[in-house]
């Protein structure tokens, strides 16, 4: 079994930016009304940095709520996607270990599915460091829930193929709060809310957003399409229609650091 550390698996998606945006799932307007009542303010007119902003799927709809927001995002391919896709919104090179951003600069920090590529011990500080007074740090995931076999069976032959424990959760706040890395937690305290959704997609988009998946990309595309082609004959079976019906639960957290 080949090990990949956490920058390696980071990088990967650069090269599959297009296929990111392409078929990655959003999140839905309920998770924003969350993201609004834990921290007590509108999103319409308030002063966000989308940290780890990739392709701008969660940037899109931040900025769709009126909000004033800012991408920061340290991949290539992932901030030139954003650029083709959402070209009106600012975007700045950078991680959320080192934010290029001014002290006290904005109302909101928002990381859609991208928090677990930090040092907590850098990122809490820097976050606390860019938030105005009664500012809010917000964390949120896309995550497979554990109560619908399909998904549930999907994992194990994922982590079978690839000789690698393999859970959409492990990014996840619930992964992450009972950890300390050096002293600092990995989330500070916080509030905790989660939304479950759905979307309906054509079987060949399915596939392509687990492809894109970083586990998927480190191995590289022989191990990959070999796994997407069994699977694809799987799905057949349980949706013969040729339509899958990915369901998630938004892991969100609201904090002040």
Same mark, same amino acid.
Request: with cysteine; proline share 8%.
């Given at each position: 079994?080949?090990?990949?550390?956490?920058?390696?698996?980071?990088?990967?998606?650069?090269?599959?930016?297009?296929?990111?945006?392409?078929?990655?799932?959003?999140?839905?307007?309920?998770?924003?009304? $969350?993201?609004?009542?834990?921290?007590?303010?509108?999103?319409?007119? $308030?002063?966000?940095?989308?940290?780890?902003?990739?392709?701008?799927?969660?940037?899109?709809?931040?900025?769709?709520?009126?909000?004033?927001?800012?991408?920061?995002?340290?991949?290539?391919?992932?901030?030139?996607?954003?650029?083709?896709?959402?070209?009106?919104?600012?975007?700045?090179?950078?991680?959320?270990?080192?934010?290029?951003?001014?002290?006290?600069?904005?109302?909101?920090?928002?990381?859609?599915?991208?928090?677990?590529?930090?040092?907590?011990?850098?990122?809490?500080?820097?976050?606390?460091?860019?938030?105005?007074?009664?500012?809010?740090?917000?964390?949120?995931?896309?995550?497979?829930?554990?109560?619908?076999?399909?998904?549930?069976?999907?994992?194990?032959?994922?982590?079978?193929?690839?000789?690698?424990?393999?859970?959409?959760?492990?990014?996840?706040?619930?992964?992450?709060?009972?950890?300390?890395?050096?002293?600092?937690?990995?989330?500070?305290?916080?509030?905790?809310?989660?939304?479950?959704?759905?979307?309906?997609?054509?079987?060949?988009?399915?596939?392509?957003?687990?492809?894109?998946?970083?586990?998927?990309?480190?191995?590289?595309?022989?191990?990959?399409?070999?796994?997407?082609?069994?699977?694809?004959?799987?799905?057949?079976?349980?949706?013969?229609?040729?339509?899958?019906?990915?369901?998630?639960?938004?892991?969100?957290?609201?904090?002040?650091?």
């Amino acid at each position: 079994m080949t090990a990949f550390s956490s920058a390696d698996r980071a990088r990967s998606f650069d090269a599959a930016a297009a296929r990111y945006a392409a078929n990655r799932p959003g999140y839905p307007p309920a998770l924003f009304d $969350a993201i609004e009542d834990l921290a007590g303010r509108p999103l319409r007119g $308030a002063r966000v940095a989308d940290i780890g902003a990739g392709t701008g799927i969660a940037t899109a709809l931040l900025h769709a709520r009126g909000a004033e927001v800012t991408a920061v995002e340290p991949g290539d391919g992932m901030a030139a996607q954003l650029r083709l896709t959402l070209p009106e919104v600012p975007l700045v090179r950078g991680n959320g270990n080192a934010l290029p951003l001014a002290t006290s600069c904005v109302d909101l920090l928002t990381y859609a599915q991208a928090w677990h590529w930090t040092d907590p011990a850098r990122s809490l500080p820097e976050a606390a460091r860019v938030l105005r007074p009664g500012g809010a740090l917000a964390l949120w995931w896309n995550t497979d829930p554990h109560d619908v076999p399909w998904i549930t069976d999907q994992a194990r032959r994922i982590g079978r193929h690839f000789g690698s424990e393999y859970d959409n959760r492990q990014g996840s706040p619930g992964y992450l709060t009972p950890h300390v890395f050096d002293g600092v937690p990995a989330v500070p305290e916080h509030a905790r809310r989660t939304v479950r959704w759905s979307r309906t997609v054509p079987l060949d988009t399915h596939l392509a957003n687990l492809g894109s998946h970083s586990l998927f990309l480190v191995h590289g595309k022989s191990a990959a399409d070999a796994f997407l082609a069994r699977e694809r004959e799987r799905l057949l079976e349980i949706f013969p229609a040729g339509l899958v019906e990915e369901v998630y639960d938004v892991l969100l957290i609201v904090a002040t650091p």
